[in-house]
């Protein structure tokens, strides 16, 4: 792994998630086959402070939903992060970046969950519980300036390479992202 | 049963050796023979209305079989149902029983005591008895060469010495290789909670025997089947005066506490006289003879109710058998002498042949209520015996598809095994169990938790360029082995040499150990200044005397070591270092016995003989070919490589000499550290309050390794055996751990923000929090003090004590809050702030992180002053184990290089060439020639699974654009990691589908 640490204090999460991914190579049979798996990694001046790959515990109906399952997971542990950071920082007389707040972005390359997401007034109803918590939950905690949620390219998110089986030439670029080289 | 026709008969052709009928197989489905079968029969037999199936058998009691007389059919129906007992004594209990007034009393003799069992065919009493496949297969011996036995019976005497039932009881416990299954748990109960064996009770004046079986053999668990007995023979209003044990657990002080309270007598057999133990010995051979003839039988008739886990049903229903067979000699059943109650035989009358299929009435018909009309009435569920604890008709059965098992009443039996198929082979199950004759022996009660370790790392696991070394040349690579052996000089511990007698004992040269050859082949390579009688301070010249000699137990010298030793003492030079006079004498021959079988077996019987043990971890994959279980489970490498690196006291002495006398210095060194730091005394025994547990202490040894791999250090630790800890309610045993994200967080803050990172090693963090009171150790195992029986006062909390991580945060957390000005996190409990300076801890690593250099070096003085003991160690980088190197361009290499070849070690990827900086498709396909990797269908199916790596390196699984699915049952699966510029780990699962 070869790191270059940049000066700022921002917590940046990619978020990804990859819909229905093992139906094809599992046994049709089995529930498992359907469901998602969500994957994130979350950098603090440009190198990774935590990730994960994990098959999503309940079975999303659409692409947006699981892409919005897998925003929820990370919003999860991105907002431990920040609380940390923010009182090590306090401790050390650290500055953060430009506010008084030490903000975080959140990189999403699926324009139907963004819109979800950001939009107000609110796009959609919720349906089931399951979503409805996560939904409900993770609008809550965006503040506009402090925790944002961006759009990204597909070739730019790093968290790609956590959801599926990549081609050779974008694991190489994913991995450049993560690794640095 | 059926009755039989007798007239139309089906000749079904004997196989001479088992006496069992050979199975007609794969009978061309012809209309005519299957009715032939069927009216012969009058059986419902499944088989025959499909025709089918491909094996159908038939019992020899069925009536269909000529080559038996009736009577005989009976008999042998008799002799399955009182669990194979022997023929010429059921026979005895179907005559008239007689009575010992029968000579003066005129009634007794126009009313003798009926039989015990009344047979349907008179000549049952008198016909020559057939034999018993499963008999001679579950009981065969040797034959005695040219000798008769003659049983002498004295007449009229019965008993002698004890009389009275409960005046003498003998105890004697059993074990298993194999766990039991529990009676309420429908057998999924984790490898550790099964039945490991038990206690046996026996009688003398009656020959009433009572098994009890434990999870644990261990004195708690012995107290309780002790209770149990003695609930049971109070039932039978017999009071238990005294009992006859063996040493062992029945000499532990918890057992003689327990019979102090009861006010009973104890005496031992002498050491290693297991004779003296007769009665029990005997006890146990008889219900366990029983027990696996009831077993194998069930095996042959039903392999597919078999199960092996069921071993302590067969058991409990053999000591149940024993108890109520009127005895050979007089007439009477055990438990009517242990009760001194006359009964009528009911129990037995009812005895049923165990194992046997049973049909078990629907639930709600049991309870008068209505099923549906086309609904099944009845269940198919197995026979294990009659419960203790229900009326005495209430028989145990065992449903097929949960596994759990209750008592039923409603039952109707399938004693001939007539509705199931048979087999005519051996069962599989038990070729596996007994083709190599050679059993598990358990450990000694010193070492109870050896029941869950796993088999020591063999030689192909260790790392290739510890493979090559010599063991020895390897303790050459640890940096401070030599300050070691000074230590010990300056020391001049005066051991008192046994050598003599260990070149005395008595060694088999026919079985060379291949360790032990290693060491004659190498003593050449041995570097010369170890050997150099210059470094040798002279045998005797005894500067101090030691209060504790070592003692060596010799349970723990297993003899390839010993053999080891004294053949490099005769080979000449480099065995008689001061090192290897550490160790003396062999003790304990009851032991050595056994552990000389255990020894001496090769790697593979033992390997196989253990695998119950690994169940837990290993799925057991098996491959549908060849029918060998696949060893090679990710996890149990993780198992198998972490092992290398905390070898058991037992592995330790078997090492090289100069290796294990490392090791031994390593634990003079931590007794004397405890010491030296009051953590503990040495108290008699006696002193102890009563009301004082005294737990028994351990050591954990570790191979403490640098992030290239080389070994800097080896710690032995002296622990509490924890897990025999009773806590009071109120204490507790959580304690946080710093979370890695934090530790990654604070690391990429001091290289981003150019911060000041130390961190700090709390030498023995543990023993520096006092114990809220104090607790009673046994001293460790290979200390004693010659004569006297001593223990530990031990004030401060040990590691393995289970409350001592805990005891530990509050102290640091209290002296950091406290007194030296932090405030915790709000969010991860183990990370403090202060202004300027950041701690965070994972139990006894500490990192600090500061804008100074100054700052950190002051914190570090003030935790001094505060009392604490600990040294500085280096930057984060030591802390997550990961080699920073700078680079040209300003950026930083972070990479693991010991952890990314040991795994490639381990996974025989040891091409290094190859492995270095190639993509991992690549070397895929340069395995791909590996039996491992190819596959007759030649794809491959990538699955998700990520290979955990200790952060802060990111693992990152990568995977071929290879999806495509597998048809065959064989699915290799590959697990990949890639961490900094190398590849990690490739690993395979082959996994069994459906």
């Known amino acids: 792994m070869i790191i270059s640490p940049s000066k700022s204090l921002k917590l940046v999460c990619y978020a990804d998630a990859d819909f229905a991914g093992l139906f094809a190579s599992s046994d049709p049979n089995d529930p498992k086959s359907v469901k998602s798996r969500s994957g994130f990694v979350i950098t603090l001046a440009g190198i990774p402070v935590s990730w994960s790959s994990k098959l999503q515990s309940e079975t999303a109906l659409s692409t947006m939903e699981s892409e919005y399952i897998a925003l929820s997971q990370s919003l999860r542990v991105l907002l431990p992060l920040r609380l940390i950071l923010k009182e090590v920082a306090a401790g050390l007389n650290l500055t953060p970046d430009s506010h008084s707040n030490i903000c975080s972005t959140i990189y999403e390359d699926n324009q139907a969950c963004l819109a979800l997401a950001t939009s107000d007034p609110p796009k959609m109803t919720p349906q089931s519980k399951s979503i409805a918590v996560k939904y409900h939950w993770f609008r809550e905690h965006l503040i506009p300036g402090v925790i944002d949620v961006q759009a990204i390219s597909s070739e730019d998110q790093a968290a790609d390479i956590f959801t599926k089986p990549l081609l050779p030439v974008v694991f190489a670029r994913a991995r450049k992202l993560l690794l640095g080289w | ?994």
């Open chain 2, 1 to 994: 049963m059926h009755s039989g026709h007798g007239n139309t008969r089906f000749q079904c052709p004997i196989e001479p050796n088992t006496n069992l009928p050979i199975a007609l197989v794969k009978l061309p489905c012809k209309q005519s023979s299957c009715e032939t079968r069927s009216s012969a029969n009058h059986i419902p037999c499944s088989a025959c209305s499909t025709c089918h199936s491909s094996i159908v058998s038939f019992s020899v009691a069925d009536e269909t079989n000529q080559n038996i007389t009736a009577a005989q059919k009976e008999l042998l129906l008799w002799h399955w149902r009182l669990g194979h007992l022997g023929f010429v004594h059921l026979q005895q209990i179907m005559r008239p029983r007689p009575t010992l007034e029968s000579s003066g009393d005129a009634y007794q003799q126009n009313h003798p005591i009926p039989p015990c069992i009344i047979p349907r065919i008179d000549s049952t009493k008198t016909c020559k008895p057939p034999l018993c496949s499963s008999c001679e297969i579950a009981r065969a011996k040797r034959r005695s060469c040219d000798s008769t036995v003659h049983h002498r019976l004295k007449e009229y005497v019965l008993k002698t010495d004890h009389l009275t039932p409960g005046t003498m009881v003998s105890v004697d416990q059993y074990e298993s290789s194999v766990g039991g299954r529990l009676p309420d748990t429908r057998g999924q109960e984790r490898f550790g909670v099964k039945y490991m064996g038990g206690t046996i009770f026996c009688d003398h004046a009656s020959g009433y025997i009572q098994c009890f079986h434990q999870v644990s053999l261990r004195a708690t668990d012995t107290v309780i089947s002790k209770q149990k007995f003695e609930r049971i023979a109070k039932g039978c209003g017999v009071q238990i005066l005294s009992y006859h044990g063996d040493n062992g657990v029945f000499g532990s002080n918890e057992f003689r506490q327990a019979l102090i309270e009861s006010d009973q007598f104890l005496n031992f057999s002498g050491v290693g006289a297991h004779h003296q133990n007769g009665v029990a010995e005997r006890a146990i051979r008889t219900v366990t003879e029983k027990a696996r003839a009831m077993m194998q039988h069930v095996s042959t008739h039903w392999p597919d109710g078999f199960e092996i886990s069921l071993w302590p049903f067969a058991l409990h229903h053999a000591c149940w058998l024993h108890n109520h067979t009127p005895s050979h000699s007089f007439g009477f059943s055990p438990i009517e002498l242990f009760c001194q109650t006359k009964s009528a035989c009911h129990h037995l009358q009812r005895a049923r042949t165990w194992g046997s299929p049973t049909y078990v009435l629907d639930s709600k018909l049991q309870d008068g209520k209505k099923i549906p009309k086309w609904a099944p009435k009845a269940r198919r569920g197995q026979f294990l015996g009659y419960s203790p604890d229900h009326s005495s008709s209430v028989g145990l059965i065992r449903n097929l598809q949960t596994g759990s098992i209750s008592p039923q009443f409603h039952v109707v039996f399938d004693e001939l095994f007539s509705t199931v198929l048979g087999t005519q082979d051996d069962d599989p199950v038990w070729i596996e169990l007994f083709h190599n004759e050679q059993e598990y022996y358990g450990p000694d009660d010193d070492e109870a938790d050896d029941l869950q370790h796993f088999p020591d790392l063999d030689h192909g696991w260790l790392p290739a360029h510890e493979q090559c070394l010599d063991n020895t040349e390897r303790l050459f690579q640890m940096p401070n082995m030599q300050t070691h052996t000074s230590a010990d000089q300056d020391n001049s511990p005066s051991f008192t040499s046994q050598r003599n007698q260990e070149d005395t004992m008595p060694f088999e040269p026919s079985h060379p150990i291949a360790h032990n050859q290693d060491q004659d082949a190498q003593p050449d390579n041995e570097p010369p200044d170890i050997s150099t009688p210059a470094e040798l301070p002279t045998v005797g010249t005894s500067l101090e005397r030691r209060l504790r000699t070592r003692q060596p137990n010799s349970k723990f010298f297993g003899n390839d070591w010993v053999n080891s030793s004294s053949s490099s003492h005769q080979s000449g030079h480099l065995f008689q270092t001061p090192l290897s006079r550490t160790l003396v004498g062999i003790h304990q021959p009851d032991r050595l016995q056994e552990d000389q079988i255990f020894d001496n077996l090769d790697w593979d019987t033992r390997f196989h003989g253990e695998y119950t043990g690994l169940q837990d971890i290993n799925d057991l994959h098996t491959d549908p070919a060849t029918g060998k279980v696949e060893w090679q489970h990710p996890f149990s490498m993780g198992v198998k490589a972490s092992n290398a690196d905390t070898p058991m006291l037992r592995e330790i002495h078997k090492l090289s000499p100069a290796e294990s006398n490392a090791w031994y210095d390593s634990m003079d060194v931590e007794i004397a550290a405890l010491r030296a730091k009051n953590t503990m005394i040495e108290i008699n025994r006696s002193d102890v309050p009563a009301d004082q547990q005294i737990i028994k202490s351990t050591w954990a040894f570790r191979r403490k390794r640098r992030p290239n791999g080389d070994i800097y250090k080896l710690k032995s630790r002296f622990v509490v055996q924890g897990g025999l800890q009773i806590l009071t309610p109120t204490e507790q045993t959580y304690s946080p751990v710093v979370d890695w994200s934090t530790v990654r967080l604070l690391s990429i803050l001091a290289t981003a923000q150019h911060l000041h990172s130390i961190t700090i090693d709390f030498t023995s963090a543990f023993v520096q929090s006092t114990l809220p009171a104090p607790i009673y150790l046994e001293l460790p195992p290979g200390y004693s003090v010659p004569g006297e029986d001593r223990v530990f006062k031990v004030f401060k909390s040990l590691y393995g004590d289970i409350r001592a991580a805990k005891l530990w945060y509050q102290y640091l957390c209290d002296a950091l809050v406290k007194k030296l000005g932090f405030h915790r996190s709000s969010i991860d409990p183990c990370l403090f702030i202060r202004h300027g300076l950041i701690f965070a801890f994972y139990v006894d690593d500490g990192i600090i992180l500061s804008a100074r250099q100054a700052d950190s070096l002051a914190f570090v003085q003030e935790l001094r002053q505060a009392g604490f003991d600990l040294g500085i160690e280096a930057d984060y980088a030591g802390y997550l184990g990961v080699e920073i190197a700078p680079q040209a361009d300003g950026t930083l290499l972070l990479s693991q290089s010991g952890l990314i070849q040991r795994i490639l070690n381990d996974l025989s990827l040891t091409d290094a060439t190859t492995v270095k900086a190639t993509p991992a498709h690549e070397i895929l396909s340069h395995h791909a020639n590996s039996p491992l990797l190819t596959n007759p269908s030649s794809s491959i199916n990538l699955s998700w699974e990520n290979f955990s790596i200790s952060p802060p390196t990111l693992a990152l699984t990568y995977h071929l654009p290879i999806t495509s699915v597998l048809a065959s049952p064989f699915i290799p699966k590959f697990h990949m990691a890639l961490l900094s510029n190398e590849l990690v780990a490739i690993s395979w699962v082959p996994k069994t589908k459906g």
